[in-house]
């Protein structure tokens, strides 16, 4: 989906994100582009019409990271709004949050990720994340 129809949608937009671990540590991606570009976060991405939100996700981590996961169950959702300086809508996304363990080899850097990192699951290593993340991973790691 073209960032353009992310702005300003006319209804929230779905997504799916995913918890990674692995030895204790979650997987974390810097954004490489809006929103939220510089910050660390969860690989994930919109559904697409007809998929489910389990295979949106599997689809999206291996789009972003090439790995191959298993999911051990949902999450949460999380609700992402963005107001304008006028009080619109600028972004609303209500993204499905699974937590999964990592299968085998390292992540791989996509044109959405500028840099990858296993950070420690309680404390996100003081890294600059998206807002709310530090609670998603602590529920995340309560599921497993």
Same mark, same amino acid.
């Given at each position: 989906?073209?960032?353009? !129809?992310?702005s300003y949608?006319?209804?929230?937009?779905?997504?799916?994100?995913?918890?990674?671990?692995?030895?204790?540590?979650?997987?974390?991606?810097?954004?490489?582009?809006?929103?939220?570009?510089? !910050?660390?976060?969860?690989? $994930?991405?919109? =559904?697409?019409? $007809?998929?489910?939100?389990?295979?949106?996700?599997?689809?999206?981590?291996?789009?972003?990271?090439?790995?191959?996961?298993?999911?051990?169950?949902?999450?949460?959702?999380?609700? =992402?709004?963005?107001?304008?300086? $006028?009080?619109? =809508?600028?972004?609303?996304?209500?993204?499905?949050?699974?937590?999964?363990?990592? $299968?085998?080899g390292e992540?791989?850097?996509?044109?959405?990720?500028?840099?990858?990192?296993?950070?420690?699951?309680?404390?996100?290593?003081?890294?600059? =994340?998206?807002?709310?993340?530090?609670?998603?991973?602590a529920a995340?790691?309560? !599921? !497993?």
């Open positions: 989906m073209a960032d353009n !129809l992310r949608p006319s209804r929230p937009i779905l997504a799916a994100s995913v918890a990674i671990f692995r030895n204790g540590k979650v997987l974390l991606g810097e954004r490489a582009r809006s929103p939220g570009g510089g !910050l660390f976060s969860l690989p $994930g991405g919109v =559904v697409e019409a $007809g998929e489910l939100l389990e295979d949106a996700a599997r689809r999206e981590v291996r789009e972003e990271t090439g790995l191959e996961i298993n999911i051990a169950g949902f999450v949460r959702h999380n609700e =992402v709004i963005h107001l304008d300086k $006028g009080g619109a =809508v600028h972004r609303h996304f209500v993204i499905a949050v699974f937590a999964a363990q990592a $299968g085998e992540p791989r850097l996509s044109e959405e990720t500028r840099s990858f990192c296993w950070a420690d699951a309680q404390t996100l290593e003081g890294l600059p =994340v998206t807002e709310g993340l530090g609670d998603i991973v995340a790691r309560r !599921l !497993l």
